[in-house]
């Protein structure tokens, strides 16, 4: 099955707008992992500092032991003091592992240990010196030195890690804003894009509905138009049929009269019976015509072309019409082309040529020549008719093939008005063309056009004859 351009353009936009619409879950999906990644590390960032404060806690429990067992020696403030010691390890085990991850923080939290077990040593050797003599331990002794500047580069370890580990996390949030951002802004370009698909793919499908509209609704007339062209070629085939026998009763009776009194009464009578017969006549033909017309319309015109022997066919037709014109008029066949056969349909052509002479005949003066030319070529026909009539003016020609259309200056001449619009009908069976040539007291001018097929074994030349 093939598609059209419409077809392919809402496939085309539904899959982009669907790829779109993934992405962006994907883009959505990647920045909750981000979000909760985030709140990961400040939480873990605020566990950290959390045990770097419980560190500072512990030791400063610690001092606060060692001190209060160095003045009142009992066993109560030893027992606390190593209980903050042994906490304090806890806890730094507890950080380690927090920040096993950070090869800088390893670094700052190894100085760290090294520093409380340096802490916890001199601890040790004051409290002993201390027992030994209280008076020893002075503020320039050695050892009051030594743990003065323990607790200031251990207070010094403690503010390099939060810095690191505030940093770390401020670099950390930066990155991560800047990636949810960008993928924040991708995420709304998408959506925008994929609504606007959505947009285009929904305009061409209700165009693409607005017209398979229109179409059914011009099927439904189309068909509307067929119903109603065949119900009134069934009218005007029964009125046809009902009317045709009273016209040749009519007709009959009137040549009968004609003939049993053209020797017993003068022409003169006679001419009442002329004109019965001349309207009978008339009648008849005009329901003819209608009833092909209405076929034409229809689509039931009758089509059964074959060869014809073009020159013999334009004599007998020129003979037809100077019998029934009473020589009152001069025919002349001109033949221009070196086609002998013609792939026609020899009644609808018959009908054709002979509407286009008899209006020749019917609107130029008596006397008059009218010019036959047959141009037969290798893939066209040609017939040429042209007289020296009163002419067809430029606003009759927009309608000349309509039926019941006439000019202005052919009232005062008895006609139907149908001959035009059914040499129009027949020639469209033949896919052919015609054309008018005339204006008003100049004569007229109609040149037919009939496509033939490239070549046939009765298809010859007058030159191949000869």
Known sequence: MKWNLEQKLIVGGLCAALLLMGIISWISYQNAIQLIKSTERIKKTYTTLEYLAEVQATLNEAEAGRRGYL???????????????????????????????????????QQLRSLIEERQK???????????????LSPNHPMVIATSK???????????????????????????????????????VGTMLSFTIFLIVYIVFYQQLLRRQKAERMQRKILQEKELSELKLEFLALVSHEFRTPLSVILGSAQLLKDNLENRVEQLQLRSLTRIESSAKSMKHMLADVLT????????LEYNPSWVELQSFCLNLVEDMQLSDRFQHTIKLIDLGNRTHGWLDEVSIYSVLSNLLSNAIKYSPIGSNIDFVLNGQV???????KDEGMGISSETQ??????????????????TGLGLALVKRCLDLHQGKIMVDSHT???????IHIPQPQSSPSQLSRDTIE
């Not at 893939?379 to 008719?385: A, K």
């Not at 927009?398 to 009232?411: C, D, K, Q, V, W």
């Open 150 to 188: 323990n607790r200031t580069a251990l207070q010094q370890v403690f503010v390099a890690i939060q810095s690191e580990e505030q940093s770390s996390l401020k670099i950390w949030i930066e990155h991560s804003n800047n990636d949810m951002q960008y993928r924040m802004a991708i995420e709304n």
């Open 71 to 109: 003045l009142f020696g009992t066993q109560v403030e030893l027992e606390r003091y190593n209980f903050a010691i042994a906490r304090a390890f806890e806890i730094l085990n507890a950080l380690e592992q927090s920040l096993e991850s950070r090869t800088s923080q390893k670094e700052h939290l």
């Open 441 to 447: 007291g100049a004569g007229t001018t109609f040149t």
């Open 398 to 415: 927009t309608i000349l093939f309509e039926p019941f259309s006439r000019g202005a200056n052919a009232r005062g001449i008895v006609g």
């Open 122 to 136: 001199l601890y040790l050797k004051s409290n002993i010196l201390f027992h030994l003599n209280p008076n020893e």
């Open 293 to 300: 017309i209405a076929r034409a319309d229809a689509g039931k």
């Open 379 to 385: 893939d066209m026909i040609t017939f040429q008719i």
